[in-house]
């Protein structure tokens, strides 16, 4: 089955600070890659995700490349706000079919302070 | 717009007690899936069901049954709850565009 290797946290930035969150995979075939967002007391939402190799997904600010050759997908991103404080997760799913199978990394804990 | 409704939001149980946690999406979704999340642990996957009178076991199934008679419903069993259910529980599904939608959550104490 797939896994993840996800960056540990937590991650503590000042606002407007680089972010970089570290996640390799090992998949079967191809999978899709998906970033999702937790913030305080919600559930998941999705925040970016690259379906094929070389892809970049993008959402507020956010980037992540799907690097086939690395079996990478780390997300970054310019300039943090405080209103990006959550927990992180990296998750590929299984490529084909209709079983749209996720698995997470552990989740990474941002926090930004002003 | 409702999405994935998961009911109740919070439940305290006893151990031993039997409890159902509902699950319900309006987006005509095929795939839907049960995690739990602990702390260190990230989610795990429960049970999944690629469609109405289909599962199969995820990664943690002991303890638990799921059903799915319908699309819109795929409820969580627990047959006789132990402290290590203690856990917040997710409901999640996905169409053809691979999106996962998820719910808000059942915060589950087993005391």
């Known amino acids: 089955g797939n896994s993840v290797t996800q960056m540990e946290g937590p991650v503590t930035l000042s606002e407007e600070a680089f972010l970089t969150i570290n996640c390799t995979y090992t998949a079967t075939g191809y999978p899709s890659l998906f970033w999702y967002v937790q913030y305080p007391g919600e559930g998941l939402q999705l925040l970016l995700k690259?379906?094929?190799?070389?892809d970049k997904g993008s959402n507020k600010g956010f980037e992540a490349t799907y690097r086939k050759e690395t079996t990478s997908f780390h997300l970054e991103k310019g300039s943090v706000q405080v209103s990006d404080s959550a927990v992180y997760f990296c998750?590929?799913?299984?490529?084909?079919?209709?079983?749209?199978?996720?698995?997470f990394g552990k989740g990474t804990l941002l926090t930004v302070n002003p | 717009n409702a999405g994935v409704t998961q009911t109740p939001k919070f439940q305290v149980l006893k151990t031993g007690q039997s409890m159902t946690l509902q699950c319900a999406q309006d987006?005509?979704?095929?795939?839907m899936s049960w995690y739990r999340q602990d702390p260190g642990m990230g989610l795990r996957l429960i049970h999944y069901?690629?469609?109405?009178?289909?599962?199969d076991q995820g990664e943690v199934p002991n303890g638990y049954n799921v059903s799915r008679s319908t699309t819109e419903d795929f409820p969580l069993r627990l047959l006789s709850a132990a402290p290590s259910q203690t856990s917040v529980y997710f409901c999640?599904?996905?169409?053809?565009?691979?999106?996962?939608?998820f719910g808000q959550g059942t915060r589950l104490t087993v005391v």
């Open positions: 998750a590929p799913m299984n490529s084909g079919g209709s079983n749209y199978k996720l698995t």
């Open positions: 690259a379906t094929k190799a070389d």
């Open positions: 999640a599904s996905s169409g053809r565009d691979r999106e996962a939608f």
């Open positions: 069901s690629v469609g109405a009178g289909i599962t």
């Open positions: 987006m005509n979704h095929e795939y």
